[in-house]
């Protein structure tokens, strides 16, 4: 990960200002000694060295609150965001892209839809990130049946009386600051058409009032894309959606680790279903962040010209990105870059281009438009890849190859579906060795290849 690889450079700008500091000091104490010094009947008149001595601690002293302030770790509010994202990869298992669009999207104050079936860590994931930020966090599951009151807060009866229509917001969706609606396409029109002006405008309409909403962030989760056209206003909201679906097999043991860890988390001192999860950001910071976000809204020419390429690719594909979604990517682009500590975005940057998709079958497209880049950029530059293979990850690949091999080239008469079936791990298998690029995981991606060529080459292959 980036912030990685930029934790020497601020660990370097902070020694800087201590050594600032510390020279500020003993210019100080030099100017001290030197008015020490003067005869006592001289009417306290400093000489120029005593001045020049002061002065030049002074400087000292604000060249090093100047590094302090910028890069000092009470100011540094991207190492903790980067301190969530590594909380988040421990505890779920190869969702490292979701968990990265997840506080993307929180620092661009944009909205994210994870699309998947259900028991693929959907709701999980941004439970958790809500509880790593320290905000009003609404959360509801939305049914077909679902009435505003049970989202937007109850009429206030008192007021009503009085004729006037007021909802009560307190501890409800206008009132949150992180907000998930899971199965949010299966909630009426009612609500829906609410939405559309909090998602927008951050603005509640209630009766003739309305509430300015704190929201930061929305996160909506759903089973499937929608395809009824009524749908199409809301989901536009949603700049980035992402799919999360069920692990490969070579992840088993590696679910069945962490899953066992959160059950037994679940299970400890604080009683049945609640972990000791503590935040390590608040929304103070997020806002902080943000903030500064202007700031990195400056691309270089060679960088607006790529991703002009890009966009014009992908529409050219068929994938519908609108003029306001092409400019707010740009946010996107900005926010990894600031929760990375660089100063600007890069082409590694592009990989939220691989989440505008529509519907779920322009997913390959977009990975073949946008995956040559940012290959691209990763082997230009190997310390960026965020995708880090571990001992665990390619024993457990190394497991499954092993007995993938034994299965496809052993004795026992296979069906079509198990053949196929096989392929098709073998396939999961080097398209995951070769996101994680490293030289063990390209040997063996080729040993991946002699196993295919050998099946290929073997009487079970009739094809």
Known sequence: MQLVANQQLVKNRVRLG??????????????????????????????LA???AILFGLVLYTLGQTQLRRWGPRNRQDEQIGKAIRALDDRYLDKSEIVRLLLVALVAGEHMLIVGPPGTAKSALVRHLARLVDARYFEYLLTRFSEPNEIFGPVDI?????????????????????????????SNSAILNALLSILNERRFFTGSA????????????????PNDDALGAIFDRFLVRTLSENLDSFHFHGLVERGLRAEGDALGANGPGVEDIRPLVSLADIRRLQARLPQFLRFSEDFLARYKGLIFQIRSEGISVSDR???KLLKLFAASALID????????????????????????LLADIVGPVLD????????????RATATDLDGILAELGVIRGILLGGEPLSDVQLFSQLRNLQDIRAALQVLGTETAQQMAAEVDRLLEGVFESSKWNG
């Open 18 to 47: 201590l050594g600032f500091h510390i020279a500020a000091l003993a210019v100080f104490g030099l100017g001290l000694a030197l008015s020490l010094q003067l005869d006592p009947t001289s009417r306290g008149d400093l000489p």
């Open 50 to 52: 005593s001045w020049g």
């Open 158 to 186: 008192k007021a009503f009386r009085e004729g006037t229509f007021v909802r009560r917001v307190e501890a409800m969706l206008p009132d949150a600051e992180i907000v998930f609606l899971d199965e949010i396409f299966k």
């Open 210 to 225: 309305t509430i300015k909403v704190p929201l930061c962030s929305l996160f909506g989760a759903t089973n499937e894309v």
């Open 325 to 327: 979604r092409v400019v």
């Open 341 to 364: 500590g660089r100063p600007t975005a890069h082409d590694g940057d592009f990989f939220v281009l691989r989440h505008v998709w529509n519907s779920t079958d322009q997913i390959p």
């Open 376 to 387: 691209k950029h990763h082997r230009e530059h190997p310390e960026e890849r965020r995708t």
